[in-house]
């Protein structure tokens, strides 16, 4: 990972970024000028090249680019615009998995715009101690390709200070989508909750719909996650801290009420 945060002496920022494991690698090159062309306009642009196994059913290849411009509102408030195209193949599947799975098979293309509005109050965007970040995105794929969805995200993170260093990290997720141009929605552009980033000591997506004859996470068409986190220094000299958290949350498919079985 190799991170440049004042390119050119203007804020601008660059990161190569490479990850190889057994089940998941990626490539990520990343550009972003927070006053492009001397402007009040971010931009930014990226491309990447990523593989992933899902359990023991199947492997996903995907590369893509992706092109963002934002502008700051005020202190607090921000708007962005993003446009991907994302090449993606599945491959690899395995020979016992159900149909859900099997007809992932081949190529898929996504071309989609999102939007996002954000609020972001924090004291300090790598360590905050007080404040919060609020945003909600929605994103429409089918203009080009054979996907097709609308999919909408709520985050909401809230930071409380105790004594010394230490905070309170409360956060709650939602997210749902449906499909969209009659176009279909595959497996990975769905919600997987569980997992280091969603619901700590739980495997990928475990709480949210599993393939009923091999128990995989095949993602969810809504979700809700919520976090509780007490972040607490161990070494104040070498910015090392430790955290007891609090997680809760799951997925459901869109035939599924919201909320049931939380």
Do not use: C
């Not at 990972?1 to 970024?17: A, E, M």
């Not at 595959?186 to 091999?214: M, N, Q, S, W």
């Amino acid at each position: 990972d190799i991170t440049q945060t004042n390119l050119f002496g203007g804020g601008q920022y660059v990161k190569v970024k490479g990850d190889l494991g057994t089940r998941i690698s990626n490539f990520e090159l990343a550009y972003r000028d927070p006053y492009f062309l001397d402007s009040t306009y971010l931009f930014g642009a990226s491309l990447y090249k990523n593989t992933r196994q899902y359990q023991s059913e199947y492997k996903r290849k995907s590369k893509g680019a992706e092109l963002m411009v934002g502008k700051e509102l005020s202190e607090y408030w921000g708007i962005s615009a993003s446009y991907n195209l994302d090449f993606t193949t599945i491959y690899d599947v395995a020979w016992n998995a159900t149909y859900s799975v099997q007809s992932q098979a081949g190529d898929w293309t996504t071309s989609a715009v999102s939007f996002a509005i954000t609020r972001d109050s924090r004291d300090n965007v790598r360590d905050p101690l007080s404040g919060s970040r609020n945003q909600y995105s929605v994103a429409l794929a089918g203009l080009g390709g054979n996907v097709g969805y609308l999919k909408n995200y709520v985050d909401s993170s809230w930071y409380f200070p105790l004594f010394e260093e230490s905070t309170i990290h409360i956060r709650g997720r939602a997210g749902w989508l449906s499909g969209a141009f009659g176009k279909e929605v595959p497996l990975y552009h769905k919600f997987y909750v569980g997992g280091l980033d969603t619901i700590r000591g739980l495997d990928y997506g475990e709480a949210g719909p599993k393939d009923p004859i091999t128990g995989d996470a095949i993602g969810a068409d809504k979700m809700v996650i919520g976090n509780i986190e007490y972040i607490f220094p161990i070494l104040n000299e070498l910015k090392v801290k430790g955290v007891a958290f609090f997680d809760v949350g799951r997925g459901w498919t869109s035939d599924q009420k919201f909320g049931t079985d939380l």
